[in-house]
């Protein structure tokens, strides 16, 4: 456990040993454990078809694990249907019933559990309150932008006070400012409420942005959970490198391993030292991993007494505001980016010849890809 | 650019937005010119004619123009003066000179049962115009229908231009001697219960139809395309064919000696043949049969468009699947139910071959009616009238789903 944490709440939701499949040849998900705390925002991410989506709807009802158990609260959940699990869920294309107004809309969880029609009236306008959205109570789900859609869907999720909430993607359908403003109110909303959250998306930094503890997703299968900075700075294999963060990779082979560290030999000559993360021991292949903003450029032919110092080649700049980034051509690798002050760029001419240099702790030996 | 040259600019160019509009106006009108030429001849054309033809009534007042001219200033209270006997008498020798004496006699005897005998025999044995100031005396003693007055205030009735005639009499209405609108004699009204007949008819065939399409529709919604369009050739099979033969599938399938009966018979639940043709249920049952695709697509394509997230929302928010069905599902369906249940019913109300062929003579609707005065007594004003009283009835309905469709339009809100 991480040094200054509270002591970690029981698990609220867990998953274990679960594994489905829909065509009884391919499993989506494989052999899932994996706990949820209480009050905690978990983020399900990975790319499309690595069965994080899967997981969120066995956990909401709608799909049935072929094997293994989820217990919410310590009560096996497998075979209960939806509407009894007391869990919100947010979906991607909201799912606002189009019949109703947003009043009713929001009243609807309520109603349905035969609240008292003061009580309803009275967090229905809470709810609305919370999303600022008092004024347009007698609107249609059709009248309204999709920002304000997926508020409704967030407050009629949250306005009958689930044990968990599930959001599937909500922000996929809005543009990226908006998306982003709604990443911070659906965080802020976390934060007071002290709700337990399990997101899905596909989108790195939304996860990065959010979440407590993302647990990267491929294949069906959990590669890593973790806090989003220890995802980024330490990633455990060369498809979490990847998908979160930018990342620049060189193949190479392991020549020797001393405790943490290993030296290796790139393919295109040269050797570097680097962090063994993940490999199998000495002669094994190895993917490095080197975040863009880890590297340094000096000029051609000055001394530089680090131990990783390999040639580069500059094959374009990009100017991006706030900073730009070189794209060179390294150990056969030509879309290796490093990222640079802006302004920096300018003296890089297309062609010129460089070295690159970075720290030995950070490049990390992952497993090859 | 200035706040000034706007404003100079500002009628040039709504002219000019309306210029470039009217092309494309244009453009657009000569696309549905042939269309709208083709229904006017077609459909508006005749529809108007059939109006027409229900308050027309011209054949009397030119086959006895001076009895019409003489009777016009007639107060109705007595008998007719001796002009109007000697104009009656001067007309008919000319119609029957003409021969057109049986036009009028047919369109008299609509509004008074054996007027055609009273006419055609006076025209016959009148065999000279009577001296003056004898006409009277002269058609009294050829028929003595002459002195009673209903006999004249039904010519001067059927004196058109226009009369509303055939109208009241579809409603099962007649005007009396003093001209008071009143009951028909019991013997004569029987549209009224032929309308309610049709209407009747038509509702239970709409009901059977929602009952029986609705869960066909839900599953045609529910599959997956490839098996959904193997039952939606199933449905649409009845479209392909020809209602004859559909409707006399029917009659084998369902006589006493039909499909039915004999399986019926053989499995031992009936010692007797039922009577399942002929009759009321035969109708329904066929009705129900031809008309079920225009309720099953109406309805699918309501459903079709109810994404599943809707359901799913429901039941993540603690609806139990019937609550979510009643509330969220079967609200959204409610546009299809209403234009499925509308078609059906309008096309019902019409519905003529199905009820002629399997129907009995207690199930025959307005539309055999209309058929039998058009075709059989040549009777068009009556016709007319009756397809104009269902035309109104049906415009109505149309008025009133329209409103209430109105009043709850449902809106998209789902981006797909």
Redesign the interface.
Known sequence: MEAGMVTPAPALVRFSGIQKTYDGEHLVVKNLDLDIRKGEFVTLLGPSGSGKTTTLMML???EVPTQGEIYLADRPIKNM?????????V?Q???????LTIEENVA??LS??KTGKAETQERVKAALRMIKMETLAQR????LS?GQ?QRVALA??LV?NPQLV?MDEPLG?LDKRLREQMQLEIKQLHETMGITIVYVTHDQSEALTMSDRIAVFNDGVVQQIDRPDALYERPVNSFVANFVGENNVLSGTVETVDKDYCRVALAAGGTVMARAVNIAGAGAATSLSVRPERIAIAPDGASSDGPNRLPAKVQSTIYLGDHALAVLEVSGNAEFMVKLQPGAHDSLKHGESVFITFRPEDCLALDSV | MTAVSEAETKVPLKRRLKQAERARQLKAMALVLPLLLFLLFTFAGPIAGMLWRAVDDREVRQVLPQTITALANWDGKDLPDETAYAALASDLQAARAAGTIAVAAKRLNYALNGFRTILTGTARNLKSLPEPGTAKETLVKINRAWRDRTTWTTIRDAGGPVTGFYLLAALDLVRNADGAIVAAAPDQAIYREIFARTFLISLGVTALCLILGFPVAYLLAALPPGRSNLLMIFVLLPFWTSLLVRTCAWIVLLQSKGVVNDSLHWLGIIDEPLRLIYNRFGVCVAMTHVLLPFMILPLYSSMKAI?P??M??????????L??FL??YL??TLPGIGAGSLLVFILALGYYITPALVGGAADQMISYFIALYTTETANWGLASALGAVLLLATVLLALVYGKLVQG?Q???????
């Open positions: 909401a009802g709608f249907p939806p509407h009894r699990r007391d869990i919100g869920m979906f294309n909201y799912a606002l019933f189009p019949h609807f969880p349905v559990r249609r789900p059709g009248q999709g859609q009629r999720a009958f599930l359908a | 994404s997230a809707y799913r929302a429901a039941a993540s928010l603690g609806a139990p699947p609550t979510a509330r969220i609200p959204q709850q449902v809106t998209g809100g789902m981006k797909n």
